[in-house]
């Protein structure tokens, strides 16, 4: 899995899945192999691996936020 941060938005990449979340909700969601270009998004599937990839980034930014804020973040 890799995250990032690009112009507001956060995308997790997690095998063939890209997931974009403005930090409120899915504002996009592809299939990086069969859709490359990411034409297609396919946020609007109640698909269990989309729901499952959103609740895994919400817990890493929280975790993130809270070792910023408890300045433990290289522990």
């Known amino acids: 899995m890799a995250v990032n941060m690009s112009n507001g938005v956060y995308q997790l990449v997690s095998k063939q899945k890209l997931l974009q979340f403005d930090g409120e909700k899915t504002i996009g969601y592809y299939d990086l ?8 998004d396919l946020s609007a ?3 269990k691996h989309r729901k499952a ?3 895994t ?4 930014l929280q ?3 809270n070792r910023l804020i408890y300045n433990t973040l290289r522990r």
């Open 53 to 55: 990839m959103e609740t």
């Open 57 to 60: 980034l919400k817990a890493m």
């Open 63 to 65: 975790q993130h936020n």
């Open 33 to 40: 192999k069969t859709d490359p270009n990411m034409k297609n």
């Open 45 to 47: 599937n109640n698909d």
